[in-house]
Nanobody, 127 residues
Framework: QVQLAESGGGSVQVGGSLRLSCAASEYIFSTHCMGWFRQAPGKEHEGIATVDTDGTLTYADSVKGRFSISQDNAENTLYLQMNSLKPEDTAMYYC?????????????????????WGQGTQVTVSS
C-alpha cells in the first residue's frame, strides 16, 4: 500500500504564498489519480485540484488562478503551490491518490473516492 506524507503547511498572512509537498513512498503517478483536498473545522472535505495519469489538471473554482498542482516524477512528490492566500483557505490539507480511477476530476470525485490519503498539513491564513 502506497503511503503519502504531506508537508509545507504553516501560518501565513493574507496575500502570502505556501507550497505544500506530498511525498509518495513509491512512484505512482503513472497509475494513480492524484489530488489535494482540504477540510476546515466543522466542514466537509473540499476538493482542490487533481492531476490525472495523462497530466490532465482540474481545479475547484474557489482556487482557480491562485493554486497550482504539479508533480516531480524523479522525487515521487506532488506539490500544491498556493498564492494570494485568503482567510477562507485556512484548513487541513490532504494529499490523495486513487489507483486506476475511472475518472479523475474535482467535479466528479469526493474525498472518500480516493483509496489513499496522508495525515494532512495545516494551513492557517490570518488577516
Amino acid at each position: 500500500q502506497v503511503q503519502l506524507a504531506e508537508s509545507g503547511g504553516g501560518s501565513v498572512q493574507v496575500g502570502g504564498s505556501l507550497r505544500l509537498s506530498c511525498a509518495a513512498s513509491e512512484y505512482i503517478f503513472s497509475t494513480h489519480c492524484m489530488g489535494w483536498f482540504r477540510q476546515a473545522p466543522g466542514k466537509e472535505h473540499e476538493g482542490i485540484a487533481t492531476v490525472d495519469t495523462d497530466g490532465t489538471l482540474t481545479y475547484a473554482d474557489s482556487v482557480k488562478g491562485r493554486f497550482s498542482i504539479s508533480q516531480d516524477n524523479a522525487e515521487n512528490t506532488l506539490y500544491l503551490q498556493m498564492n494570494s492566500l485568503k482567510p477562507e483557505d485556512t484548513a487541513m490539507y490532504y494529499c490523495t491518490a486513487d489507483l486506476f480511477p475511472s475518472t479523475c476530476s474535482i467535479a466528479a470525485m469526493q474525498f472518500n473516492d480516493f483509496g489513499t490519503w496522508g495525515q494532512g498539513t495545516q494551513v492557517t491564513v490570518s488577516s
